[in-house]
């Protein structure tokens, strides 16, 4: 991997040198080219992009200090550099985004354990047949957002009111549906519609054309199901057509593609990667900034507004804890000197969790369109106040089961609305190893109850007379008739969702959540924490589109605070 350059207290002047002018330049034309979007073309021009941004000389000093330019970092990077402040965005893993398993759908896969992955592991799930789990996370420019499935989902009402009834009214639906309009694009919109939503991130709608999505439609439909648009911010009480966060072309439109990317003609706005942030300077009720290891030397770097923590639901509360904020006993067990007892530091994670049924076909099927999803079904044990209990999806690939190509398919069972909390702890006082990662799955029988649901219900979608002409047989030849004989195969097939939520809560009161609704660490001056974990309960569906919602929202309480104090230009 390659090292940040060196670099000294340099000062504002280097800025304005004529290699920085060159930087904007060359941006400048990429940009009119039209790379927002990944292309082919461009791959060379991101290394060159990532380059320019590392070249430029290192400050000690900046306005806003951004840990972790994955989904919620790079939106933030993106809107904070726009209002002209200094932003220093720092990344662990490396800038590389034009290598395909990044930029093109087919590939995300590749990314789980290798480099752009954190490869982490649970701790042993009692529930799943003591296996670990997989906690993968993007250790790449874009975060997450670089490796994962690109499946986009706008979310169901009802968990954002639910969200506004635990943080408080900040964050109401109202403001998060003009939030979410602010980050996505949908390709197919009308010249009005268009007008209305102005995010950057484009999603498309590409799976009409795979015979089975016609059929999972039909499936879905014979166990009751209506179709409904999935991306509507309507409630999710049906069936709809899955859509993609990338190109009709296959490339990733993802956060670091559409958001930092084109920010990078910023002078104003530095990326620093391949270099981990071990902790937070905290001095008393301040947040001076952080302590990263650049070149295997120890740097303090002084974020004057504001230090933003959005290094993914399981490194955040991590860097918080090494930083003496969290539970008393167990920073204390750990040697470190406790800044401020916090309870709630790595509580309450949440991650969906999903049983995948493979079938055999009769036909060969074509190969997958874009990332190969179909449709996305919904079920609930009591619809009306809360979001549905379990999503199904219909998949045009044997997901999990080594199938020549073309003769199966999988439907996957997702608990979307657990019940069971987990956490996220230390493992030493040495900032690169793991954390324990332990979400419980399945602990609370209601999770049993709603999985084994989730379970009939893709059983139902793979096989029943939608699927006439292509049902060929389930691919496992377990029995699963009874109860236990369910749950046995949920403990030996099932695994995590990968939707982690939850462990840096946003809540009302400093004893049970971490930040408050403004994403402001309880107790602690110019420190907020943004991204996946400040989510208080894990939406319905796939989460990426809710963590950029409410990173964009975040974004927007920064600059309005900031120009409230004087800190930034109206
Ligand atoms: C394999 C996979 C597939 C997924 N598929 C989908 C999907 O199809 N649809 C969907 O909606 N959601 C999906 N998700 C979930 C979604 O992508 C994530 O929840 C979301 O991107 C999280 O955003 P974040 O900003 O919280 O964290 P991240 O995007 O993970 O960003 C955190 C960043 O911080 C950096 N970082 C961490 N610690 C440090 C440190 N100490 N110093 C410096 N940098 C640090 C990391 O390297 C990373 O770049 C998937 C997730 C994974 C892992």
Same mark, same amino acid.
């Given at each position: 991997?390659?090292?940040?350059?060196?670099?000294?207290?340099?000062?504002?002047?280097?800025?304005?040198?004529?290699?920085?002018?060159?930087?904007?330049?060359?941006?400048?034309?990429?940009?009119?080219?039209?790379?927002?979007?990944?292309?082919?073309?461009?791959?060379?021009?991101?290394?060159?992009?990532?380059?320019?941004?590392?070249?430029?000389?290192?400050?000690?000093?900046?306005?806003?200090?951004?840990?972790?330019?994955?989904?919620?970092?790079?939106?933030?990077?993106?809107?904070?550099?726009?209002?002209?402040?200094?932003?220093?965005?720092?990344?662990?893993?490396?800038?590389?985004?034009?290598?395909?398993?990044?930029?093109?759908?087919?590939?995300?896969?590749?990314?789980?354990?290798?480099?752009?992955?954190?490869?982490?592991?649970?701790?042993?799930?009692?529930? $799943?047949?003591?296996?670990?789990?997989?906690?993968?996370?993007?250790?790449?420019?874009?975060?997450?957002?670089?490796? +994962?499935?690109?499946?986009?989902?706008?979310?169901?009402?009802?968990?954002?009111?639910?969200?506004?009834?635990?943080?408080?009214?900040?964050?109401?639906?109202?403001?998060?549906?003009?939030?979410?309009?602010?980050?996505?694009?949908?390709?197919?919109?009308?010249?009005?519609?268009?007008?209305?939503?102005?995010?950057?991130?484009?999603?498309?709608?590409?799976?009409?054309?795979?015979?089975?999505?016609?059929?999972? $439609?039909?499936? %879905?439909?014979?166990?009751?199901?209506?179709?409904?648009?999935?991306?509507?911010?309507?409630? $999710?009480?049906?069936?709809?057509?899955?859509?993609?966060?990338?190109?009709?072309?296959?490339?990733?439109?993802?956060?670091?593609?559409?958001?930092?990317?084109?920010?990078?003609?910023?002078?104003?706005?530095?990326?620093?990667?391949?270099?981990?942030?071990?902790? !937070?300077?905290?001095?008393?009720?301040?947040?001076?900034?952080?302590?990263?290891?650049?070149?295997?030397?120890?740097?303090?770097? +002084?974020?004057?507004?504001?230090?933003?923590?959005?290094?993914?639901?399981? *490194?955040?509360?991590?860097?918080?804890?090494?930083?003496? !904020?969290?539970?008393?006993?167990?920073?204390?067990?750990?040697?470190?000197?406790?800044?401020?007892?916090?309870?709630?530091?790595?509580? +309450?994670?949440?991650?969906?969790?999903?049983?995948?049924?493979?079938?055999?076909?009769?036909?060969?099927?074509?190969?997958?369109? %874009?990332?190969?999803?179909?449709?996305?079904?919904?079920?609930?044990?009591?619809?009306?106040?809360?979001?549905?209990?379990?999503?199904?999806?219909?998949?045009?690939?044997?997901?999990?089961?080594?199938?020549?190509?073309? %003769?199966?398919?999988?439907?996957?069972?997702?608990?979307?609305?657990?019940?069971?909390?987990?956490?996220?702890?230390?493992?030493?006082?040495?900032?690169?190893?793991?954390?324990?990662?332990?979400?419980?799955?399945? *602990?609370?029988?209601?999770?049993?109850?709603?999985?084994?649901?989730?379970?009939?219900?893709?059983?139902?979608?793979?096989?029943?007379?939608?699927?006439?002409?292509?049902?060929?047989?389930?691919?496992?030849?377990? %029995?699963?008739?009874?109860?236990?004989?369910?749950?046995?195969?949920?403990?030996?097939?099932?695994?995590?969702? !990968?939707?982690?939520?939850?462990?840096?809560?946003?809540?009302?009161?400093?004893?049970?959540?971490?930040?408050?609704?403004?994403?402001?660490?309880?107790?602690?001056?110019?420190?907020?924490?943004?991204?996946?974990?400040?989510?208080?309960?894990?939406?319905?569906?796939?989460?990426?589109?809710?963590?950029?919602?409410?990173?964009?929202?975040?974004?927007?309480?920064?600059?309005?605070?900031?120009?409230?104090?004087?800190?930034?230009?109206?």
């Amino acid at each position: 991997m390659s090292k940040p350059s060196t670099h000294g207290n340099s000062g504002p002047a280097a800025e304005g040198a004529p290699a920085a002018g060159r930087r904007r330049d060359f941006l400048a034309r990429l940009i009119a080219l039209g790379t927002g979007t990944v292309g082919t073309g461009a791959f060379g021009s991101y290394a060159e992009a990532a380059e320019a941004s590392q070249s430029a000389a290192l400050k000690d000093s900046y306005d806003y200090i951004i840990v972790g330019a994955g989904s919620a970092g790079c939106l933030l990077a993106d809107r904070l550099s726009a209002t002209g402040a200094s932003v220093l965005l720092i990344e662990a893993g490396t800038s590389n985004i034009n290598q395909p398993k990044i930029a093109e759908v087919a590939y995300w896969l590749q990314n789980l354990s290798s480099e752009t992955d954190w490869a982490r592991l649970s701790t042993p799930q009692p529930h $799943l047949a003591n296996r670990r789990q997989g906690a993968p996370g993007g250790k790449v420019w874009g975060g997450s957002g670089s490796i +994962n499935a690109m499946i986009w989902l706008r979310g169901d009402p009802r968990d954002y009111a639910q969200w506004c009834r635990l943080v408080g009214q900040e964050w109401n639906p109202d403001a998060l549906n003009r939030a979410y309009l602010k980050v996505a694009q949908p390709a197919a919109l009308d010249a009005a519609a268009r007008h209305a939503q102005t995010g950057r991130i484009n999603v498309g709608r590409y799976a009409d054309s795979h015979p089975l999505t016609a059929a999972y $439609l039909a499936s %879905s439909a014979a166990t009751g199901l209506r179709t409904i648009e999935l991306n509507a911010g309507r409630p $999710l009480d049906g069936v709809g057509v899955a859509e993609v966060n990338a190109t009709a072309d296959g490339r990733r439109s993802g956060p670091a593609q559409a958001m930092l990317v084109p920010a990078l003609v910023r002078p104003n706005l530095k990326v620093l990667s391949d270099t981990l942030i071990t902790k !937070l300077l905290i001095q008393g009720r301040h947040c001076r900034g952080v302590e990263a290891v650049v070149d295997n030397v120890a740097l303090r770097i +002084n974020a004057t507004h504001e230090t933003i923590v959005s290094a993914g639901a399981c *490194e955040s509360p991590k860097i918080l804890m090494l930083s003496g !904020l969290g539970p008393a006993d167990h920073l204390a067990a750990h040697g470190i000197r406790v800044q401020q007892a916090m309870p709630a530091v790595g509580s +309450n994670l949440q991650d969906h969790m999903l049983t995948s049924v493979v079938f055999k076909s009769k036909v060969n099927l074509p190969a997958q369109v %874009s990332n190969g999803v179909s449709t996305m079904a919904y079920y609930s044990t009591g619809y009306g106040q809360s979001a549905p209990d379990v999503q199904v999806a219909g998949m045009q690939y044997p997901f999990g089961a080594s199938l020549p190509a073309g %003769s199966g398919y999988a439907v996957i069972a997702f608990l979307s609305k657990p019940r069971s909390r987990g956490s996220v702890r230390l493992t030493s006082a040495d900032p690169r190893q793991a954390p324990s990662i332990d979400p419980r799955y399945l *602990e609370q029988g209601i999770d049993q109850d709603n999985m084994l649901l989730g379970l009939d219900r893709a059983i139902d979608i793979g096989s029943n007379q939608g699927m006439n002409g292509i049902y060929g047989g389930r691919y496992s030849t377990a %029995s699963l008739r009874s109860r236990a004989e369910k749950l046995a195969f949920i403990a030996q097939q099932g695994g995590a969702g !990968l939707h982690f939520t939850g462990t840096c809560i946003a809540g009302r009161d400093a004893s049970t959540s971490v930040v408050d609704a403004n994403f402001k660490v309880w107790g602690i001056e110019r420190l907020r924490v943004v991204d996946a974990s400040v989510i208080p309960e894990v939406p319905t569906v796939n989460i990426q589109a809710s963590v950029l919602t409410v990173a964009q929202l975040a974004a927007e309480r920064l600059i309005s605070e900031a120009r409230a104090a004087g800190l930034l230009a109206q």
